[in-house]
């Protein structure tokens, strides 16, 4: 009989500590609800005391979800954990996650607390975490690091104070697999009230080795990894999830517990979240990248023709990757496209928002008649913005591009209400394109990058255009698709020139307690 394994997901938290890749409220409610069709127990929805945004998320996503629990993390100090608690209120079923941190380093240099200091704070974090729920997940940030016997003694007092899940974070990513599962296997045998919470771990890819440290965890006996969607998150990333359930699952001839996910909703996830984020997935990325289940040498061709797993240990569509499905034409009328779109988990919150998606999808139909359900995303993407995050709007773009003359831009751009014009040269349309956006707005933001994908194949495909600015402390990703990809990469600037304009200053997750 297998053991379940508990598949935390922290793509909205320690995901969206990835530079740029910050979300709307929305675009997390969209995330949230693909997390539950996927069926992960656990969706670490945010840092509620890190700005009033990530707090109004996160009660939003508890008020929306009803299949998974719902997450906030903490710090261990009583200001965060009610923010937190408070957060959660709504979720049918709520978690609290606080940590302190338990290596030397991290408790002198960062903490300048004591270890007796250290363990009587996590022993009343989850005092107060109590108030709130008896779900309450207790991190030992940087216990990579940490010394064996303290992790044992504080491990100890949160489970006798009430912890109920306690994690084994590698918070920078130094470990390697057999150490790391004999960390966790000495602690199951050590700590004496072991057997009565869950073990969990949580693993960075600092060194490449998330995914195989949480699975070497998973074989001493961990029953909760935290991952996340695309493993997306600080630094190189969190353990990926697509990989976890996909491992714990081909391979259930080695490991002795399951997961509840419905592997069918992992593409469908990480599309979602790439899109969503700006960060394109890698074309031989694992399970979910565009090569994963691409045969090109002839000898592999032959043999999948003549038995699919002579060279393929897992199905395509087993974990959702199916042809390009036609779903939707010219002749669709809205009601179709309300179906499809509620059929991909999109709930549009406005009759106002579904008639301008509507009144989009309709001038792309005439544009590219094939309208595939990535079409739907990216086109939803762009209509998923509230008032006040779009306070700069495209009215009109124009470009001249001929061999031998200097590109040349004209834009009008709705600002906070008033029409602006710009124009502007450059080295390429998309360049004076730009310049010409920046003569209205001057925001002198630096360009960390720009990427264009086609959505689908063929040449009327969209161009998904992403776009990375920095400015000052912040880094935001901007997202924008159209046929035409000069006008996507307008879109896509004011995406995030937008980001910027609306500023969210958030409290550093990993700081003092
Ligand atoms: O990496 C880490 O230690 C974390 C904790 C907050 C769990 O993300
Ligand atoms: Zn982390």
């Not at 998150?233 to 697509?242: F, I, K, M, T, V």
Request: glycine residues 8%; negative net charge; hydrophobic residues 40%.
């Amino acid at each position: 009989m297998k053991q379940h394994l508990v598949i935390f997901d922290t793509t909205l938290r320690d995901g969206e500590q990835s530079p740029g890749a910050s979300m709307t409220k929305e675009e997390k409610i969209r995330v949230a609800r693909q997390l539950e069709k996927m069926r992960v127990d656990v969706i670490e929805a945010g840092f509620a005391a890190a700005s009033p945004g990530d707090f109004d998320s996160i009660h939003s996503i508890a008020q929306a979800i009803k299949d998974s629990t719902v997450c906030s993390l903490a710090r261990a100090n009583e200001n965060d954990i009610r923010r937190a608690g408070e957060a959660i209120k709504p979720a049918k079923s709520g978690r609290i996650h606080t940590f302190i941190a338990t290596s030397p380093i991290h408790m002198e240099k960062k903490l300048r607390m004591t270890p007796d200091q250290v363990v009587e704070q996590a022993v009343k974090a989850i005092g107060w975490a109590r108030q709130y729920t008896d779900d309450i997940e207790f991190s030992a940030e940087d216990a990579g690091r940490s010394e064996i016997d303290f992790l044992c003694r504080i491990f100890e007092e949160v489970i006798k104070a009430g912890a109920t899940t306690i994690n084994v974070p590698d918070t920078v990513g130094y470990n390697i697999p057999q150490q790391y599962a004999d960390t966790i296997r000495q602690l199951i045998e050590r700590v004496p009230n072991s057997d009565t919470v869950v073990w969990s771990v949580h693993c960075h890819n600092d060194l490449g080795l998330a995914v195989a440290n949480s699975l070497a965890a998973v074989m001493a006996g961990a029953r909760q990894v935290e991952c996340t969607i695309n493993g997306l998150g600080e630094r190189a990333g969190n353990a990926s999830l697509e990989e976890i359930v996909m491992a714990v699952r081909t391979r259930s001839d080695v490991f002795p517990v399951e997961t509840r996910v419905e592997t069918t909703q992992i593409v469908p996830a990480s599309k979602l979240v790439s899109q969503i984020t700006g960060y394109p997935v890698q074309p031989n990325k694992a399970v979910v990248g565009a090569n994963a289940f691409a045969h090109e040498s002839g000898i592999h061709q032959d043999g999948v023709l003549k038995h699919r797993e002579t060279y393929e240990i897992m199905r395509a569509q087993d974990v959702g990757w199916t042809q390009n499905k036609l779903v939707l034409g010219k002749h669709s009328g809205r009601n179709a496209f309300k179906t499809r779109l509620s059929e991909l988990g999109i709930e549009l919150d406005s009759d106002e928002a579904l008639n301008a998606a509507f009144a989009r999808f309709k001038e792309l139909a005439d544009k590219k008649h094939e309208i595939f359900d990535e079409d739907l995303h990216a086109l939803v993407s762009d209509e998923v913005v509230t008032p006040d995050q779009e306070h700069y709007k495209l009215v009109y773009s124009q470009v001249c591009s001929e061999t031998g003359e200097l590109p040349f831009a004209k834009v009008i751009l709705n600002v906070g209400g008033v029409e602006k014009k710009g124009e502007a040269g450059g080295g390429g349309p998309v360049d004076a394109t730009f310049k010409a956006i920046e003569s209205i707005v001057g925001s002198g933001a630096e360009l960390l990058l720009y990427s264009v994908n086609a959505i689908t194949t063929g040449t009327d495909a969209q161009g998904e255009v992403t776009t990375r600015l920095a400015k000052g402390e912040r880094i935001v990703n901007g997202n924008g698709a159209d046929t035409d990809i000069v006008i996507a990469s307008a879109r896509s600037y004011l995406n995030a020139l937008n980001k910027l304009h609306s500023s969210r200053d958030k409290v550093k997750a990993q700081g003092d307690v």
